[in-house]
């Protein structure tokens, strides 16, 4: 069972212009929905993060969207540069049990591999 | 700070072959984990530890072994090599493993098995 579905896989987009990709999760317990940038022989890093208890957050060019009743979030790209070219993961996490302690478990999307063409 | 240090970053193994990937964090954080990506698969997560000797299964945990000793070091054991395991495996670490703690990641390990 996928719990993070994530979309397009792959996503072309001309130079200044606006990239979106979205996801859409399952399980309500979610509380966490970070997204992450990849560069190509690189780990995966934070870019961005947004609890369920705002609708957007918006940091520089970019910016997520939240929809806490219909289950999705988007990641927006203002003005696409060449160096956003990456593959970028949505991503959920929930507390497991109610300990409260540190067992976290972050899910993620299977990826967007984004090229912003010159 | 070095961050998170993954080692080797390249390995080519034999079916059945024994290996053990090392991950080593230089940020004194709690939590640790071992993912696999995989073309079209995303990010996957094998094994986690939120602490020096707790442990605890991810998604995909058959065929890998854990071992938290310290806090700094998180090695990955493979004990029977598959020509399924051959993937991208990226160590990541985090201050606490609660809440909005953001994860570390190492530049990876690409291992093959033949």
């Known amino acids: 069972q996928q719990q993070v579905k994530q979309s397009p896989q792959s996503l072309i987009v001309q130079k200044g212009g606006i990239s979106i990709i979205n996801c859409a999760y399952e399980n309500t317990a979610f509380d966490y929905f970070p997204w992450y940038q990849q560069f190509p022989g690189k780990g995966p890093a934070l870019l961005i993060a947004i609890r369920p208890d705002v609708s957007e957050k918006k940091e520089g060019r970019f910016t997520i969207s939240f929809n806490k009743s219909a289950k999705q979030f988007s990641l927006h790209i203002m003005d696409s540069q060449p160096g956003d070219s990456a593959t970028y993961f949505c991503?959920?996490?929930?507390?497991?049990?109610?300990?409260?302690?540190?067992?976290?478990?972050?899910?993620f999307g299977k990826g967007t591999l984004l090229t912003v063409n010159p | 700070n070095a961050g998170v240090t993954q080692t080797p970053k390249f390995q080519v193994l034999k079916t059945g072959q024994s290996m053990t990937l090392q991950c080593a964090q230089d940020m004194n954080h709690e939590y640790m984990s071992w993912y696999r990506q995989d073309p079209g698969m995303g990010l996957r997560l094998i094994h986690y530890s939120v602490g020096a000797g707790i442990t605890d299964q991810g998604e995909v945990p058959n065929g890998y072994n854990v071992s938290r000793s310290t806090t700094e070091d998180f090695p990955l054991r493979l004990l029977s090599a598959a020509p399924s395991q051959t993937s991208v495996y990226f160590c990541?670490?985090?201050?606490?493993?609660?809440?909005?703690?953001?994860?570390?990641f190492g530049n990876g390990t690409r291992l093959t098995v033949t």
């Open positions: 991503a959920a996490s929930k507390r497991r049990g109610n300990s409260g302690g540190s067992n976290y478990k972050l899910t």
């Open positions: 990541a670490s985090s201050r606490t493993g609660v809440g909005d703690s953001p994860l570390h």
